[in-house]
Structure formats: structure tokens, C-alpha cells
């Protein structure tokens, strides 16, 4: 089965202690990217990356790295969490081939808390 | 910069009623446009995308989407609402920039 998978899909943990989210497709595809939603704010993109190795700030990428050193993982680094990291985060992924015009498809999410 | 607005935040349809999810973008080029639903602790699942050509669009679960290129548009239909659509739905637009921008969601109640 096709899918994004997110790991740990809630976490509550206190602020300055460093935390990875991570990514996985079964896909194969190109294209990730992570989004972070709140409330009234839809989803904002935090970070991307077109391929291995190549990765791109989204609009909100303060207090975030990720890296892509393999084409199915896609992992996000929060290294000092804030409490203004606390939100529910997506990852998604699809094929890089003809740009954005392919839609996306979507992990079941991450909520953290941060205390 | 592009945009995406979703004017009603909330909407109540009772069961068997017909719905319109209203979505205007702002973009100066051809958009890819996406309407995504979202149920309650789950991810984002596709309903339909335009590219080109036909400006009325099919979906999945019975909906319906019509690019309006002169109101910068693209709404939401469904001829008759079960139960199972209350959810939160987002309208996204895809740039050339390898961006998804998304509007701010709206939620769909249904009644009984």
C-alpha cells in the first residue's frame, strides 16, 4: 500500500529537548515536504526537498532542519523545541517529475506539545 | 504572492442538502488548483485537482469542483451531503515554485 508514515503521531516533551520527527515513503518519489498546521492557519510549509541532498526553505522554517540523505526519508529536527513549536505536523511527498501540479500525498500527522 | 482565501471558517448543511465551499486564489499565472479533506485525526486525502481543460472538475466521494478563471474561483460541490463529509476541507493552489499554498480550512458540520 502506497503511503507517507509518521513517526511518533503525538509526542509531548519540554522545551530545549532535542526531537526528530521522521518521514517515510514507499513511493519512490521525489518530492518532500513538511507542513506545520494551527489553528485558523491552514497548513504552512515548513521545509521541502526535490531529491536527495537538495532541500529548500518553506515559509515558516525558524527553529526547524531536516535533512535527505535517502530518497524515502525525510526526517524534521527540532534541536531547542519552543513552546511556539506546539502544532500538529504533516509530511508529504510526491513525484518531483512535473512539478506542482502533481498532488501530494499526506502522512496521518504528528502533534506535539511543547511544554 | 499567491494566496489561497477560504471565506467560511464553519459551515452547517443538514443531511441531503446540497453544499458550495467557496475558495479564491490569487495567483498572476495558470494555477494548479486542489481540494483536500481532512477527517478528524487523519491526514490530508485528495478530493480532485485542476490543471487544464474542462474548468468543471470530478472527484471522489461525489464531488465537484468549476474553475472560474474570471473570479479567480474555485469552489466546492456537492449535490447532496451524507453524514460521512463532515470534515475539515482546504483549497490549495500549486505554483511554479514548487509550492502548495494552502487556505485556512473549513469545517463542515452536518445535521441530522
Known amino acids: 500500500e502506497a503511503q507517507v508514515t509518521q513517526n511518533p503521531r503525538y509526542l509531548i516533551t519540554v522545551t530545549g529537548k532535542k526531537l526528530t520527527v521522521t518521514c517515510s515513503q514507499n513511493?519512490?518519489?521525489?518530492?518532500m515536504s513538511w507542513y506545520r498546521q494551527d489553528p485558523g492557519l491552514g497548513l504552512r510549509q515548513i521545509y521541502y526537498s526535490m531529491n536527495v541532498e537538495v532541500t529548500d526553505k518553506g515559509d515558516v522554517p525558524e527553529g526547524y532542519k531536516v535533512s535527505r540523505k535517502e530518497k524515502r526519508n525525510f526526517p524534521l529536527i527540532l534541536e531547542s523545541p519552543s513552546p511556539n513549536q506546539t502544532s500538529l505536523y504533516f509530511c508529504a511527498s510526491r513525484p518531483q517529475g512535473q512539478g506542482s501540479n502533481q498532488p501530494q500525498h499526506f502522512g496521518d500527522g504528528t502533534r506535539l506539545s511543547i511544554l | 504572492a499567491q494566496s489561497v482565501t477560504q471565506p467560511d471558517i464553519h459551515i452547517t448543511v443538514s443531511e441531503g442538502a446540497s453544499l458550495e465551499l467557496r475558495c479564491n486564489y490569487s495567483?498572476?499565472?495558470?494555477?494548479?488548483l486542489f481540494w483536500y479533506v481532512q477527517s478528524p485525526g487523519q491526514g490530508l486525502q485528495l478530493l480532485l485537482k485542476?490543471?487544464?481543460?474542462?474548468?468543471l472538475v470530478q472527484g471522489i466521494k461525489g464531488f465537484e469542483a468549476e474553475f472560474k478563471r474570471s473570479q479567480s474561483s474555485f469552489n466546492l460541490r456537492k449535490p447532496s451531503v451524507h453524514w460521512s463529509d463532515a470534515a475539515e476541507y482546504f483549497c490549495a493552489v500549486g505554483t511554479g515554485f514548487q509550492k502548495l499554498v494552502f487556505g485556512t480550512g473549513t469545517r463542515l458540520l452536518v445535521s441530522p
Open positions: 495567483y498572476g499565472a495558470t494555477p494548479y
Open positions: 513511493m519512490n518519489h521525489e518530492y
Open positions: 485542476y490543471f487544464s481543460g474542462d474548468t
